[in-house]
């Protein structure tokens, strides 16, 4: 296991996370190395903790000058393009033409370290353009790119995914224990209404401004002081005219319910692919329900005040569209439902458990549900919808399903530490580390071409 070499991306507090991971993955033996897109305080936080310089990327250092031949390569290891990436990126594709050095960058500079280096898993997430890029350089180098993501349900526990979509969940046990179905699969609590101005908002504003005063914010996955201004207010203003409180809680007759996707977000911004523009989407679905049959659109609580409040204007004017209140129970608006339709949305997996069919628009690990039907393009919702709401529920294949997921998941919390303190907790690194030994000691075992499986000696 002494061989072995693993690498972390790290972007805002999720860096943290991983460090806490990393430090006990060093104590058993696992050589670790970081890929950084350049804020140097995130960096100082890695060197503070005991992490060498040489074991750490910095992207900030990359040479981004436009390099048409770094692009061809990066597209010719990536199932995405590089303009793909761009357009996922909330940040990056606000850069122009400059967005295109930038990833030839990343990606040059990150297949040369994961070789040079010796590396063969680098563990991420799958948000920003750059990790995109840094995927396709572990494709060019020889090494794993892997994804620890929540598995949504059952509640609390995580997988490991393979490249930057979640259809491909690494499966390195088996089970033919089928469990039992939950009674309630899970329920969502009621958002409290965003301030406009709190001490966390203050606190965020000056951390930011100080950055920038000492010139260490040149991280292309942070966003600056005067935008984190400008999309506080806008945040207000939305919430204040978007009309939430005049909106429906309970619902009756026949519909189809669609929860919307926050926006950005890399469930709809990487997963949905060629979904990303939501009205355009509630339009082509409206288009295609049979007649009596409503559609219900949900804002997301994560969400509030982060969609200009003109959006719910347009829908509203749309024909058989009802604007359900995001403090509704989105539980009782599943059950309720003829179908469920999602770009890539938990709700479709949760409408398995209440036996109501679903559509979605990505490949997911739970697509394979007899329930969930998947849409390739916006001539076929009419009959993924038909096929939705025809349905008939298999209570011994979702067990059987839940089954496979629970023996191929991990108790624990793997997101940012900023938005879960737990995840730092001695006893959640202690755990989470241990299914991330899991992990390694499957991929080294095996006659993948890794290069600790494919070496004898260093």
């Given at each position: 296991?002494?061989?072995?070499?693993?690498?972390?991306?790290?972007?805002?507090?999720?860096?943290?996370?991983?460090?806490?991971?990393?430090?006990?993955?060093?104590?058993?033996?696992?050589?670790?190395?970081?890929?950084?897109?350049?804020?140097?305080?995130?960096?100082?936080?890695?060197?503070?903790?005991?992490?060498?310089?040489?074991?750490?990327?910095?992207i900030a250092d990359a040479d981004k000058s436009y390099d048409q031949e770094a692009l061809a390569l990066l597209e010719a290891h990536s199932r995405v393009t590089a303009s793909y990436m761009i357009m996922s990126d909330r940040l990056l594709c606000k850069r122009g033409e400059a967005a295109y050095g930038y990833l030839g960058g990343v990606f040059k500079s990150a297949s040369k370290f994961i070789a040079d280096n010796e590396i063969d898993i680098v563990f991420s997430e799958a948000t920003w353009a750059y990790e995109l890029a840094v995927c396709a350089a572990c494709s060019s180098a020889g090494a794993e790119f892997i994804v620890p993501h929540?598995?949504?349900?059952?509640?609390?526990?995580?997988?490991?995914?393979?490249?930057?979509?979640?259809?491909?969940?690494?499966?390195?046990?088996?089970?033919?224990?089928?469990?039992?179905?939950?009674?309630?699969?899970?329920?969502?609590?009621?958002?409290?209404?965003?301030?406009?101005?709190?001490?966390?908002?203050?606190?965020?504003?000056?951390?930011?401004?100080?950055?920038?005063?000492?010139?260490?914010?040149?991280?292309?996955?942070?966003?600056?002081?005067?935008?984190?201004?400008?999309?506080?207010?806008?945040?207000?203003?939305?919430?204040?005219?978007?009309?939430?409180?005049?909106?429906?809680?309970?619902?009756?007759?026949?519909?189809?319910?669609?929860?919307?996707?926050?926006?950005?977000?890399?469930?709809?911004?990487?997963?949905?692919?060629?979904?990303?523009?939501?009205?355009?989407?509630?339009?082509?679905?409206?288009?295609?329900?049979?007649?009596?049959?409503?559609?219900?659109?949900?804002?997301?609580?994560?969400?509030?005040?982060?969609?200009?409040?003109?959006?719910?204007?347009?829908?509203?004017?749309?024909?058989?569209?009802?604007?359900?209140?995001?403090?509704?129970?989105?539980?009782?608006?599943?059950?309720?439902?003829?179908?469920?339709?999602?770009?890539?949305?938990?709700?479709?997996?949760?409408?398995?458990?209440?036996?109501?069919?679903?559509?979605?628009?990505?490949?997911?690990?739970?697509?394979?549900?007899?329930?969930?039907?998947?849409?390739?393009?916006?001539?076929?919702?009419?009959?993924?919808?038909?096929?939705?709401?025809?349905?008939?529920?298999?209570?011994?294949?979702?067990?059987?399903?839940?089954?496979?997921?629970?023996?191929?998941?991990?108790?624990?919390?793997?997101?940012?530490?900023?938005?879960?303190?737990?995840?730092?907790?001695?006893?959640?690194?202690?755990?989470?580390?241990?299914?991330?030994?899991?992990?390694?000691?499957?991929?080294?075992?095996?006659?993948?071409?890794?290069?600790?499986?494919?070496?004898?000696?260093?």
């Amino acid at each position: 296991m002494t061989s072995f070499r693993v690498a972390f991306t790290g972007s805002h507090s999720r860096s943290v996370t991983f460090a806490h991971i990393a430090q006990n993955l060093v104590k058993q033996g696992v050589g670790v190395y970081f890929i950084m897109p350049g804020a140097k305080h995130r960096i100082k936080y890695l060197t503070d903790m005991g992490f060498d310089c040489s074991h750490i990327l910095d992207i900030a250092d990359a040479d981004k000058s436009y390099d048409q031949e770094a692009l061809a390569l990066l597209e010719a290891h990536s199932r995405v393009t590089a303009s793909y990436m761009i357009m996922s990126d909330r940040l990056l594709c606000k850069r122009g033409e400059a967005a295109y050095g930038y990833l030839g960058g990343v990606f040059k500079s990150a297949s040369k370290f994961i070789a040079d280096n010796e590396i063969d898993i680098v563990f991420s997430e799958a948000t920003w353009a750059y990790e995109l890029a840094v995927c396709a350089a572990c494709s060019s180098a020889g090494a794993e790119f892997i994804v620890p993501h929540s598995v949504r349900i059952p509640n609390g526990r995580f997988g490991f995914f393979s490249g930057i979509f979640q259809d491909r969940l690494i499966r390195m046990n088996r089970s033919e224990q089928v469990l039992p179905l939950p009674a309630k699969f899970r329920a969502e609590h009621a958002p409290a209404q965003p301030e406009l101005i709190s001490k966390r908002h203050f606190k965020s504003f000056f951390i930011h401004l100080s950055r920038l005063i000492c010139g260490t914010a040149k991280d292309e996955t942070e966003q600056n002081v005067f935008g984190l201004v400008r999309e506080r207010i806008a945040c207000d203003l939305n919430m204040r005219l978007s009309g939430f409180s005049r909106m429906q809680r309970v619902l009756s007759g026949d519909y189809v319910y669609m929860p919307l996707h926050v926006s950005p977000e890399a469930s709809l911004d990487v997963l949905g692919g060629f979904c990303q523009n939501q009205l355009e989407l509630v339009r082509n679905v409206v288009k295609s329900l049979p007649h009596g049959v409503s559609l219900a659109v949900r804002e997301h609580p994560a969400g509030l005040g982060k969609r200009r409040y003109g959006f719910f204007r347009e829908i509203g004017k749309l024909p058989n569209v009802v604007c359900v209140s995001p403090y509704a129970d989105g539980a009782e608006l599943i059950a309720g439902a003829r179908a469920v339709i999602s770009v890539s949305g938990s709700a479709a997996y949760e409408a398995a458990f209440a036996g109501v069919g679903s559509v979605v628009f990505s490949d997911m690990f739970f697509s394979v549900l007899p329930t969930v039907f998947r849409c390739t393009g916006a001539e076929s919702i009419g009959s993924a919808l038909e096929h939705a709401m025809n349905a008939k529920p298999d209570r011994h294949a979702l067990a059987e399903f839940l089954a496979d997921i629970t023996a191929n998941s991990y108790e624990g919390c793997v997101d940012s530490a900023e938005i879960y303190p737990q995840a730092i907790e001695k006893e959640n690194a202690r755990r989470v580390s241990q299914a991330f030994m899991d992990v390694i000691g499957y991929y080294s075992s095996s006659e993948r071409p890794l290069y600790a499986a494919s070496m004898s000696s260093r």
